[in-house]
């Protein structure tokens, strides 16, 4: 079965600082990964998606992220935190089930206080 | 191009009550997905409909089922309400289905059962 472990339910950084947030998947097949970022009151933002191809992915708001097979990781990196980076963020992964099925598990999200 | 809508979006009920909850997709887009979040659970996967078929449930009770009309509006439905379906109920549509496709999300709907 498809899992995602996020490390650290809480991620405190002072403005400028490197942001990590870390995301570990289990998955017999290659998967699709996500992270998405929910503020207040508000629904779920994708950030970024690794389906195919290049393992370094580009996101919104200068976040990146990493897919790692041989750690099972997709790592959440933003070279230096804002304010309005404060927020919860979720790492998704869904699975191919040949092709026509297949929904989102989340992590149980991480949430990332910036200091100023 | 709007993005997806959800109505209500508060809503308190009580106990064994019904609710019906809707969901507008984002134009064009055929799949509608909706979501669970709790704090003790997190998000979990409810159900997910693709040109007015049901096509993935997740693990919940037979208490909770939705539909999709012509127009790929989408309503979810949650019977015989209980303290713990108090939660925010997201949905999500996409342009088809699959796991190719991006998921985009409502603000969703918060649901208080006392």
């Given amino acids: 079965a498809q899992s995602v472990t996020q490390l650290g339910s809480h991620v405190s950084v002072s403005e400028g600082a ?25 629904g779920l933002q994708l950030l970024l998606k690794y389906t195919t191809g290049a393992t370094l992915v580009k996101g919104i708001n200068g976040f990146e992220a990493e897919f790692k ?7 959440l990196t933003k070279p230096s935190a804002h304010m309005s980076d404060a ?3 979720f790492c998704a992964v869904i ?22 | ?28 887009h055929r799949s509608v997905s909706w979501y669970q979040q709790t704090p ?7 159900f997910e409909y693709f040109s ?16 999709q009309f012509s127009n790929s509006r989408s309503e979810m439905n949650v019977s015989t309400l209980e303290l713990g379906d108090s939660a925010l109920y ?25």
């Fill in chain 2, 52 to 67: 007015e078929t049901q096509r993935n449930k997740g693990n919940f009770p037979g208490r909770f089922s939705g539909r």
């Fill in chain 1, 18 to 42: 490197l942001v990590l947030l870390r995301c570990n998947y289990s998955s017999s097949v290659p998967p699709y990964l996500f992270w998405y970022v929910q503020y207040p009151n508000q």
């Fill in chain 1, 95 to 116: 699975v191919n089930y040949g092709g026509s099925q297949g929904n989102l598990i989340f992590g149980k999200g991480t949430k990332l206080s910036v200091k100023p």
């Fill in chain 2, 90 to 114: 997201l949905c999500a549509s996409s342009h088809e289905t699959g796991v190719r496709e991006t998921q985009y999300f409502g603000p969703g709907t918060r649901l208080l059962v006392l």
């Fill in chain 1, 87 to 89: 927020a919860e963020y």
């Fill in chain 2, 1 to 28: 191009k709007a993005g997806v809508t959800q109505t209500p979006r508060y809503l308190i009920k009580t106990r064994g009550q019904q609710v019906t909850l809707s969901c507008s997709p984002i134009s064009g």
């Fill in chain 2, 40 to 46: 003790g659970q997190g998000l979990q996967f409810l």
């Fill in chain 1, 69 to 75: 097979k041989s750690e099972t990781s997709f790592h």
